[in-house]
């Protein structure tokens, strides 16, 4: 497969220049990552980075990840003494003030003793696609707010009141994905944090074919009403695409548009709920 390389060495260090100016400015990090991949949808580096600001971690998406999964992963991080949350667009605003709230009582605390009173300051990080932007505009309330996230977009920070104590970043902290492992790099791929015009759309649904036959196959068999559990690879992907008639002229199966497919329902949730990676997996 092609490596997705959308993420330049520039890029990167333009992004950390961004993010270190950024938290001076703020009390806590709301850490976004995708419920379905909550290893490989998180930047590595972040905590050198944050160095030490207290954060709370977003699993987000929890919509369409698999439940049992989800609890497993929030027993996971908490028994790391990690606060975290699971959350899905437009529930649990307040759960997830509180949580932030509860971050920055110490630094609030400091102000205070220096005669200030004044609401606490956060910023929405995480890598492309994880759903800063959905969370911002949930939490400020305002659906028709446009959220910039393009790194290096340099501006005046503004702030929106989430609430009477607490203020957001407007620009979410846009992280880089964990592109140098070329495991997270596919997974990544299939919830599409990396584009899809730099990855070769054939392949990356042979792939996540070939991990939703072992971690999930039910779905994939009943949406496509396959009765041949044992099949995989082209073979696999030519009877979705008999399944949907994707065909070309001349009768082959257009197997683009049937990765296409695959790959959009995934995303969709229509394969299931699914969470493609587990606690234990971690080497
Ligand atoms: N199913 C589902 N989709 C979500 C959720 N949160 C965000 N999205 C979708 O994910 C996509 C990326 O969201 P966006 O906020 O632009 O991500 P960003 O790149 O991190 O700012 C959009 O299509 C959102 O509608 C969620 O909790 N569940
Ligand atoms: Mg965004």
């Not at 806590?28 to 590595?44: F, G, K, T």
């Not at 509860?102 to 696609?129: D, F, Q, Y």
């Not at 496509?224 to 994707?246: P, S, T, V």
Request: hydrophobic share 45%; net charge positive; proline share 6%.
């Amino acid at each position: 497969m092609q490596q997705p390389i959308s993420w330049y060495p520039g890029h990167m260090a333009k992004a950390k220049r961004l993010l270190t100016d950024q938290l001076k400015r703020i009390d806590a990090v709301i850490e976004i990552c995708d419920a379905r991949l909550p290893l490989s949808s998180r930047n590595p580096e972040l905590d050198s980075l944050v160095r030490g600001k207290p954060r709370v971690l977003l699993l987000n998406k929890m919509d369409l990840a698999r439940p049992e999964a989800t609890q497993a992963w929030l027993q996971h991080f908490e028994a790391q003494g990690q606060s975290c949350l699971a959350i899905e667009m437009g529930k649990r605003r307040q759960g997830i003030l509180k949580a932030v709230v509860a971050l920055t009582e110490a630094s609030l605390a400091r102000s205070l003793r220096k005669g200030i009173t004044r609401p606490a300051r956060a910023m929405v990080l995480g890598v492309p696609n994880v759903g800063k932007s959905t969370l911002i505009n949930y939490l400020a309330g305002r659906s028709a707010f446009k959220v910039q996230d393009r790194p290096g977009v340099t501006r005046a920070p503004q702030w929106i009141n989430a609430s009477p104590s607490l203020q957001l970043l407007d620009t979410p902290g846009l992280l880089w994905p964990k592109l140098d492992d070329p495991v997270a790099a596919r997974r990544l791929s299939y919830i599409a944090a990396v584009r899809d015009e730099v990855v070769d759309v054939y392949h990356l649904a042979l792939a996540l074919l070939d991990e939703l036959m072992v971690i999930a196959p039910q779905g994939v068999l009943e949406r496509y009403k396959l009765q041949d559990e044992a099949l995989r690879g082209q073979a696999l992907l030519e009877a979705i695409c008999k399944n949907r008639g994707f065909l070309l002229r001349g009768g082959q199966m257009d197997l683009e548009r049937g990765a296409t497919c695959v790959l959009d329902e995934f995303r969709a949730g229509l394969l299931g709920r699914i969470t493609l990676e587990m606690p234990h997996d971690q080497g």
